[in-house]
């Protein structure tokens, strides 16, 4: 079952059809819409301020989701994926966004709808990310436009409550 630590009189609340896998950590002031997924050794720590995550949102394996107390939370809007070891630290990501595999986006950075942040690309802190755009790069920089690549925005966020549902057949078959 995963951690999920109250803290400063929060609860983590957790939308319906969410699947939280047995080593997750959610802790404190965490919102989540439905049909959410988070991954083995993730951690989504609302301690120091808060995390609001849309509709289908996935955070994979290692992902960390923080922010920096009294300054910057964290807004997540529907169909984002955070891939695995990504770290995300009080910003703004708007719907239908793939943050890459150890990518870090930075305290007060915006990534605009539709967009994809590259494997390992640095958003440094205040950056805005236009909507339908790539970047990559440390510090990450404009790429080009997302174009073709966004339907693999919509097929990554559809595939994460396809796994989970793996996972509940499983342990309902071993009952």
Known sequence: MALIVPVRGFTPKIGKNCF????????????????????????????????????RCNVQDGAVIHCTYQKSKVVMGNNVSVAHNAIIHGCTIEDNVLVGMGAII?????????????????????????????????????????????????????NYPMYASWF???????S
């Open 106 to 158: 930075m305290d007060n950075a915006y990534i605009g709808t539709g967009s994809i942040i590259a494997a390992g690309a640095v958003v440094l802190a205040g950056t805005r990310v236009e909507p339908h755009s790539i970047w990559a790069g440390n510090p990450a920089k404009f790429l080009k436009s997302v174009g073709e690549k966004a339907s693999e925005i919509e097929r990554i966020a559809g």
């Open 168 to 174: 509940e057949q499983n342990s309902e078959a071993s």
């Open 20 to 55: 939280l896998a047995p080593n997750a950590t959610i802790i404190g002031d965490v919102e989540m819409g439905e049909e959410c997924t988070i991954w083995f050794n993730a951690v989504v720590r609302g301690d120091v301020n808060s995390i609001r995550m849309g509709n």
